[in-house]
């Protein structure tokens, strides 16, 4: 199956900004390997957003791993994502959990995690961590099992 024929609108097309937050632009495919279980990972080592206090730019490297299940995100379509944070005020712990929870409302994977590593501000860094496991299932406790292994 192709692509375009699954709905994707940004892959292969001219790549046009969104420069406010903007879950909208956000695209799924079908994962063709529901039969294993599997790790995809993304890392995004120019992350910006603004502080919300006193619209300073922040700047992170943002890591996305998930087990998928029946949809799986679209790179391009994070990428546009991702970008859209660029104007956006919020605090570090709210980038990483908003990003994780649109992701969730997405394709609704079966186990999820986003680490932000933030540069240092004030010689301090902030490195928010938020994850999910499928509840009643064997990735809800794969969840528990790394939020309590952190370092």
């Not at 097309?13 to 599997?38: A, Q, W």
């Not at 919300?52 to 790179?75: C, K």
């Not at 929870?101 to 590593?117: A, C, F, N, Q």
Request: charged content about 30%.
């Amino acid at each position: 199956m192709k692509r375009k024929e699954e709905g994707l609108q940004n892959l292969g097309n001219k790549t046009g900004y969104e420069f406010d937050y903007s879950p909208d632009v956000l695209e799924t495919f079908e994962n063709r390997h529901r039969d294993n279980d599997y790790w995809v990972r993304f890392n995004c080592p120019e992350f910006t957003s603004l502080c919300p206090i006193t619209g300073q730019p922040d700047f992170a490297e943002i890591r996305i791993s998930y087990i998928p299940d029946v949809r799986m995100v679209e790179s391009k379509s994070l990428k546009l994502y991702l970008f859209s944070f660029r104007n956006h005020g919020d605090f570090h712990e709210d980038c990483v959990n908003t990003i994780m929870k649109d992701l969730i409302r997405l394709m609704d994977p079966k186990y999820i995690e986003v680490t932000g590593l933030f540069t240092p501000r004030g010689g301090i860094s902030i490195w928010p961590y938020a994850n999910y496991g499928r509840k009643g299932t064997k990735y809800e406790k794969l969840a528990e099992q790394r939020l309590m292994n952190r370092e």
